[in-house]
């Protein structure tokens, strides 16, 4: 996969995306990261890449032309071709089932905004997708860019290590992760719920589903109506539900 990111900071965008699982994928030659930037693509002697807004008010927008101009060279540079997305709050929230719809395209041109963003006719000619990482304003499109980068990058198959599979993460099937514990020198196994030391894997997947789908009742309920539960999940969640209501009478 190869993901083109236009950023005024293609250096944040290269480091990130070095790091890790992500990093990792780019050495196996899985995933391919490019930073572009419109400063380059600036044809006034100032090298202006925003512009104040029509109707005046606080703020400015990136200007259309280097970006523009940047965005044509993106494209060029493979002969692939490319979803455009721009990173935005007005954009649709990211959710791991779009992160797993992205990380199937075989390449990614992400458009980090800065200032007040961008001028909305050239979102409508350039821009396929919006995407929003948060109902929060940053100061810039990079750190979103980088959360998809990662989010997807890490999806491309053979990043992933068998230790650490993406079969087990959260939101794989909708719902929260179970609690996880590991053997320290200070706790050892106290607190640490028996059935994990049972060596019993039937009854340790039973609880760890369990826990999912008890977390996701108590945090989560909203993907909880989302989430196909089949009888078994209904049972094994009916069960948490009762057992916990035991324990805490009050907030039953
Ligand atoms: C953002 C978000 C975000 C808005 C103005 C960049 C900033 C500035 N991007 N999810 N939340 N972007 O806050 O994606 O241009």
Same mark, same amino acid.
């Given at each position: 996969?190869? %993901? ?11 480091e &990130? ?40 008010? !606080? ?10 101009? $940047?965005?044509?060279?993106?494209r ?6 490319a979803?455009? %997305?721009?990173?935005?709050?007005? *954009? ?16 990614? %041109?992400?458009? $980090? ?18 995407? &929003? %990482? *948060? ?34 993460? &959260? ?6 992760? $179970? !609690?996880?514990?590991?053997?320290? @020198?200070?706790?050892?196994?106290? *607190?640490? !719920? ?10 340790i ?6 826990? &999912?789908? *008890? ?7 909203? +993907? +909880? ?13 009916? @069960? ?6 035991a ?6």
């Amino acid at each position: 996969m190869r %993901i083109d990111v236009v950023t005024l900071f293609p250096d944040f965008i290269r480091e &990130s995306a070095a790091l890790g699982v992500v990093g990792r994928a780019q050495e196996r030659g899985l995933l391919a990261v490019h930073g572009w930037n419109p400063r380059g693509y600036a044809t006034d002697n100032y090298r202006r890449v925003d512009q104040r807004p029509f109707g005046g008010g !606080p703020g400015m927008l990136m200007l259309a032309e280097p970006l523009g101009a $940047c965005l044509a060279a993106a494209r060029a540079a493979d002969p692939a071709p490319a979803r455009v %997305i721009y990173l935005s709050p007005q *954009g649709e929230r990211l959710t791991q089932a779009k992160v797993r719809q992205l990380a199937a395209e075989p390449r990614l %041109i992400l458009l $980090c905004g800065r200032y007040e963003g961008l001028d909305e006719r050239f979102i409508d000619r350039e821009v396929d997708e919006e995407l &929003s %990482i *948060g109902d929060y304003v940053l100061s810039g499109g990079e750190l979103a860019a980088a959360v998809l980068v990662d989010a997807v990058g890490r999806l491309q198959e053979g990043a992933l290590n068998h230790a650490d599979s993406a079969t087990q993460d &959260s939101f794989e099937d909708g719902l929260l992760d $179970c !609690p996880h514990y590991t053997r320290s @020198e200070a706790t050892g196994t106290e *607190g640490v !719920p028996p059935v994990l030391l049972s060596g019993d894997h039937a009854a340790i997947a039973r609880w760890r589903r369990q826990q &999912s789908l *008890g977390r996701t009742w108590l945090r989560r309920p909203d +993907l +909880l109506a989302r989430a196909r539960l089949d009888k078994a999940d209904r049972a094994l969640l009916a @069960e948490f539900i009762a057992a916990w209501r035991a324990e805490n009478p009050a907030g039953a």
